[in-house]
């Protein structure tokens, strides 16, 4: 059975830092390509990050280049969102996802992933 589970969402003022992280278990992790995105009360889902866990690739969305760092520990099938200088746009529901079925390179595009978390929310006040 293929998991996600997302932790360390929390409340945080503008300016603080906050790391997530993605447990991952039921797929070959070192295959795969880890995924951050998140979705904002009325707003679409977005792609945050990702990380290729078999080259060490990464993508990042604009905004969140130079404050946010993506990183994975394969002996912990976990993947890690370094949250830093955080805005209060940078609030959402922050969910991980797998692409674990082959991929080519890591994307923010959303229907290329195969599983998804629950979700942890980031709260970010001004």
């Known amino acids: 059975e293929v998991q996600l589970v997302e932790s360390g969402g929390d409340l945080v003022q503008a300016g603080g830092s906050l790391r997530l992280s993605c447990a991952a278990s039921g797929f070959t992790f070192n295959d795969s390509a880890i995924g951050w995105f998140r979705q904002a009360p009325g707003k679409e889902r977005e792609g945050v990050s990702c990380?290729?866990?078999?080259?060490?690739?990464?993508y990042y969305r604009d905004s969140v280049k130079g404050r946010f760092t993506i990183s994975s520990d394969n002996a912990k099938n976990t993947v890690y969102l370094q949250m830093n200088n955080l805005k209060a746009d940078d609030t959402a529901v922050y969910y991980c996802?797998?692409?674990?079925?082959?991929?080519?390179?890591?994307?923010?595009?959303?229907?290329?992933?195969?599983?998804w978390g629950q979700g942890t929310q980031v709260t970010v006040s001004s």
């Open positions: 996802a797998a692409m674990a079925r082959g991929y080519y390179y890591c994307t923010g595009y959303g229907p290329g992933y195969d599983y």
């Open positions: 990380i290729s866990n078999s080259d060490g690739s990464t």
